[in-house]
């Protein structure tokens, strides 16, 4: 009987301990209601943009970092460019010789464009910016004529001034004026 008397004392304290616990989460918020969803923001709603996207034109910006004033007859031309992302998120752009255009013109004389025959290495190049960061690169002229063709044995550019356009779709155009000599 000893035995079973301590049973029952160790089950009655077991009971009140509980019954002590549930009193307790009643009495202090404890309810079965499920916890609400916190509700979206603004901010949780608008879709950031993936850093793979496109780079839109008005974040974008040209610039000619370095060009000669004057070029040798018979020798290259070294131009280097720089693509900026003003813009507030990574993004895509194409700086390839398709999209990031560079023409050679005098007058109306259109001499060499980095659209004509580009390697198939450089047609179409993406490169990621950061915001805030630019991608650099040289193009160099070789100082000869070229056309949509591919022609060759055009006529050689004479020594004038001529001035070099650096063009991207919907990006302001850069200008520069140099002299063959």
């Known amino acids: 009987m000893y035995?079973?008397?301590?049973?029952?004392?160790?089950?009655v304290v077991v009971v009140v301990i509980a019954l002590i616990g549930l009193f307790i989460s009643k009495a202090f918020g404890g309810d079965d209601k499920p916890e609400p969803e916190?509700?979206?923001?603004?901010?949780?709603?608008?879709?950031?943009?993936?850093?793979?996207?496109?780079?839109?034109p008005a974040d974008l910006t040209l610039a000619l970092n370095s060009g000669p004033d004057q070029v040798a007859s018979d020798k290259d031309a070294a131009f280097d460019i720089a693509v900026t992302n003003n813009g507030e998120n990574a993004c895509t752009v194409d700086v390839g010789d398709k999209s990031r255009v560079l023409t050679i013109t005098s007058?109306?004389?259109r001499i060499?464009?980095?659209?004509?025959?580009?390697?198939e290495d450089d047609a179409s190049r993406l490169v990621l910016l950061r915001p805030g960061s630019a991608h650099t690169s040289t193009v160099v002229w070789d100082g000869n004529r070229s056309d949509a063709k591919c022609s060759e044995d055009l006529p050689k550019p004479r020594p004038v001034t001529y001035t070099l356009d650096v063009e991207m779709k919907d990006v302001k155009t850069v200008e520069h004026r140099f002299e063959i000599s």
């Open 107 to 109: 007058g109306a004389d």
């Open 38 to 56: 916190p509700t979206p923001t603004q901010a949780q709603d608008d879709e950031k943009p993936a850093p793979d996207d496109p780079c839109k």
């Open 112 to 119: 060499w464009s980095s659209a004509d025959c580009p390697s």
């Open 3 to 11: 035995w079973v008397r301590r049973l029952v004392v160790l089950a």
